[in-house]
């Protein structure tokens, strides 16, 4: 199994940037993607799912999947200072939660840096 995110790099406040989360050696139409987020030294935190988004990114952030190209995407919008962090994309069975320790697999990450 092997989730490969690209797309991060450097933006001013209020821009965008759109994450990718391509995925090989799974199904990928019966596996559920989540998106999370770590700054440093704070904890990993759950960003979206298709089930939902936390609250500091709702209305600014889309997720989307693209099954015949098993890859996931994370459209970033207006984004803010506090947004910068490495982002990750992960995968479990089925169904989608806010957890990151209920994902058995996960991406390398991309580090997304948004200035003011």
């Known amino acids: 199994v092997q989730l490969v995110e690209s797309g991060g790099g450097l933006v001013q406040a209020g821009g965008s940037l759109r994450l990718s989360c391509a995925v090989s050696?799974?199904?990928?139409?019966?596996?559920?993607v989540g998106w999370f987020r770590q700054a440093p030294g704070k904890e990993r935190e759950f960003v979206a799912a298709i089930t939902g988004y936390a609250d500091s990114v709702k209305g600014r952030f889309t997720i989307s999947t693209d099954n015949a190209k098993t890859t996931a995407y994370l459209q970033m919008n207006s984004l803010k200072p506090e947004d910068t962090a490495v982002y990750y994309c992960a995968a479990r069975w089925m169904t989608t939660t806010t957890y990151p320790n209920q994902y058995p697999y996960w991406g390398q990450g991309t580090q997304v840096t948004v200035s003011s």
């Open positions: 050696g799974l199904t990928f139409s019966t596996y559920a």
